[in-house]
């Protein structure tokens, strides 16, 4: 496995992921263009993958415009293999050496996603959108972690 910074020639490959994903999935996949996650990693934040044979298995987006997680998303043949974890690691201390601001995000309740972020320390505070649970993280929070 190798992880590092993502690149627009990742794109097509993040996409596949992304639709290839069990939990939240995209109601519209038309809703997030390539443009769109150009934008997200070249301009707005920062994106970061998991290749294993040269083919992207997982990726993470941290949005520093509008302080929050973009993506986290990990193909379902490789998922439990700790590559969710070390994108997600890798990620928020990048987030916190840009920023002090706090970060959030949003997944589908009663989902895997939840509990992963329960368990990375996120701090639940309310719902965002259609009913997703709303989770925070300050920088101090993290530390810690």
Known sequence: MIFREALVSDIKQMQVVRLAVKENV?????????ADVEDYITR???????????VVV???IADLVDHNIWALFVD???????IGSRLH???MNWYFEQTDE???????????????Y??????????YGRGEVK????????RRN
């Open 102 to 116: 706090m970060v959030w995000l949003s997944t589908a309740p009663g989902s895997r996603a939840e509990t992963f």
């Open 135 to 142: 989770f925070e993280m300050r920088k101090d929070e993290w």
């Open 76 to 82: 379902p043949a490789s998922e439990a293999k700790g």
């Open 89 to 91: 690691d890798t990620m």
């Open 44 to 54: 707005r934040g920062k994106g970061w993958v998991c290749c294993v044979d040269e």
């Open 58 to 60: 997982g990726f993470a």
């Open 26 to 34: 995209l109601s519209n996949p038309a809703l997030v263009t390539d």
């Open 118 to 127: 329960r368990m990375k320390g996120w701090r639940e505070n309310g719902t």
